[in-house]
């Protein structure tokens, strides 16, 4: 095989030497994606050598609806005092979760709930010290990966509590990780134009900075195809790079593309080419992010909005685990794409399978499950 315009950058992974900025930039203009495939599923097997994909038994809850920062991409939120908003109660929690602790038995800490909302103004620390402490009594196999940087950035404010503090008592009640759910795309040019209210990228990588300070995990995302620039999302994976760099406290690397159905920026020309990203823009962004991201153990695949097919082709692109059962979706679906409905637990293990891995269940922190 004839040298390539990449074998630089390729010498460079092979070697286990830090790709560039710069390299990261011509990878995006690469035109060969199979080549860019190749060097990270190079370095997957590195860091994963056994013919193994794991995936994770959880539970999406989304525990309101009502949001007031009114994020352009966003088509779940309901603003407050709308008919349509709603917290549920907890008894209704509950039963979410003994749904789920029926299809996962009762390993501790070995099934996942995730449980995010929106920025509600009437939730303070009070109602999630409450609402966690309960789950952790009442369910000890079960891990809380709940919030999102966004949230608890939030409920800090309203609380009147620094950062620092209010994830240390959110922790303390029950807490166990957070969700990467909020990045977007890390710029603050990109945020004033999809959504204008959210934090800052200081104040959201500030969030994880802390929780890894505080020995807590919090996995990293990427929502991509909206109004970013290629320079604007190599960015993006420079600041986590750089967090990780620092404690180590990433566990997993999740990138999903923008779902417009439904959105204010989906329907707005003037901001959104109205391209949505394809399969193959996927494939392309998670293997550079597998190369340029070295210190972040796993890649998980999105098949919620990749569907099943993408989420297997994606296995040789850098991705070595293929996330949660989730068990109900309400945020992508809002948006009009999600693939929830069709992927059974038995599902998930015959994708991996029939895509020549063996299917390994783990908990939330990437620990193999008996």
Same mark, same amino acid.
């Given at each position: 095989?004839?040298?390539?315009?990449?074998?630089?950058?390729?010498?460079?992974?092979?070697?286990?030497?830090?790709?560039?900025?710069?390299? =990261?930039?011509?990878?995006?203009?690469?035109?060969?994606?199979?080549e860019?495939?190749?060097?990270?599923?190079? /370095?997957?097997?590195r860091?994963w050598?056994?013919?193994? /994909?794991?995936?994770? @038994?959880g539970?999406?809850?989304?525990?309101?609806?009502?949001?007031?920062v009114?994020?352009?991409?966003?088509?779940?939120?309901?603003?407050p005092?709308?008919d349509?908003?709603?917290?549920?109660?907890?008894e209704?929690?509950?039963?979410?979760?003994?749904?789920?602790? %029926? *299809?996962?038995?009762?390993?501790?800490?070995?099934?996942? @709930?995730?449980m995010?909302?929106g *920025?509600?103004?009437?939730?303070r620390?009070?109602?999630? !010290?409450?609402?966690?402490? =309960? @789950?952790? !009594?009442?369910?000890?196999?079960?891990?809380?990966?709940?919030?999102?940087?966004?949230?608890?950035?939030?409920?800090?404010?309203?609380?009147?509590?620094?950062?620092?503090?209010?994830?240390?008592?959110?922790?303390?009640a029950g807490?166990?990780?957070?969700?990467?759910a909020?990045? &977007?795309?890390?710029?603050?040019?990109?945020?004033?134009?999809?959504?204008?209210?959210?934090?800052?990228?200081? !104040?959201? *990588?500030? &969030?994880?900075?802390?929780?890894?300070?505080?020995?807590?995990?919090?996995?990293?995302?990427?929502?991509?195809?909206?109004?970013?620039?290629? &320079?604007?999302?190599?960015?993006?994976?420079?600041?986590?790079?750089? /967090?990780?760099?620092?404690?180590?406290?990433?566990?997993?690397?999740? %990138?999903?593309?923008?779902?417009?159905?439904?959105?204010?920026?989906?329907?707005?020309?003037?901001?959104?080419?109205?391209?949505?990203?394809?399969?193959?823009?996927?494939?392309r962004? @998670?293997?550079i992010?597998?190369l340029f991201?070295?210190?972040?153990?796993?890649?998980?695949?999105?098949?919620?909005?990749?569907? %099943?097919?993408?989420?297997?082709?994606?296995?040789?692109?850098?991705?070595?685990?293929?996330?949660?059962?989730?068990? &109900?979706?309400?945020v992508?679906? =809002?948006?009009?794409?999600?693939?929830?409905?069709?992927?059974?637990?038995?599902?998930?293990?015959? *994708?991996?399978?029939?895509?020549?891995?063996? %299917?390994?269940?783990r908990?939330?922190?990437?620990?193999l /499950?008996?």
């Amino acid at each position: 095989m004839g040298k390539t315009m990449i074998d630089d950058i390729a010498e460079k992974v092979y070697n286990e030497e830090r790709i560039s900025f710069d390299d =990261a930039m011509r990878l995006f203009e690469h035109p060969n994606v199979t080549e860019i495939g190749l060097l990270a599923d190079f /370095v997957r097997q590195r860091k994963w050598p056994k013919d193994q /994909v794991t995936y994770n @038994i959880g539970r999406n809850i989304n525990y309101t609806n009502v949001c007031w920062v009114k994020c352009d991409f966003c088509a779940f939120y309901r603003s407050p005092g709308s008919d349509e908003g709603y917290v549920l109660p907890n008894e209704l929690i509950f039963e979410k979760i003994d749904e789920m602790v %029926a *299809l996962g038995g009762d390993t501790v800490k070995s099934n996942e @709930i995730l449980m995010q909302g929106g *920025l509600t103004p009437k939730l303070r620390i009070e109602y999630y !010290e409450e609402l966690f402490s =309960a @789950i952790r !009594e009442r369910y000890p196999q079960v891990h809380q990966h709940c919030l999102s940087a966004t949230e608890i950035i939030y409920i800090a404010h309203i609380s009147r509590l620094s950062l620092e503090d209010c994830i240390r008592r959110l922790r303390d009640a029950g807490l166990d990780s957070i969700p990467g759910a909020g990045a &977007e795309i890390l710029s603050d040019e990109v945020r004033d134009v999809i959504g204008f209210r959210k934090d800052r990228v200081s !104040e959201w *990588l500030d &969030e994880h900075r802390i929780a890894h300070q505080l020995g807590m995990r919090t996995s990293a995302t990427m929502m991509y195809g909206h109004v970013e620039t290629i &320079e604007q999302r190599v960015t993006h994976l420079e600041h986590l790079r750089n /967090v990780q760099d620092e404690k180590g406290g990433f566990t997993a690397f999740i %990138a999903w593309n923008f779902q417009p159905d439904y959105t204010d920026l989906g329907g707005d020309t003037s901001r959104w080419d109205g391209k949505k990203a394809t399969g193959y823009d996927y494939l392309r962004t @998670i293997a550079i992010s597998r190369l340029f991201l070295d210190n972040i153990p796993s890649f998980q695949a999105s098949w919620v909005t990749q569907g %099943a097919k993408i989420a297997q082709v994606s296995l040789k692109y850098g991705v070595n685990d293929f996330g949660s059962t989730m068990m &109900e979706e309400n945020v992508v679906s =809002a948006a009009g794409t999600s693939h929830t409905d069709a992927m059974t637990l038995q599902t998930m293990q015959r *994708l991996i399978e029939d895509a020549g891995y063996d %299917a390994v269940r783990r908990n939330t922190q990437y620990d193999l /499950v008996n």
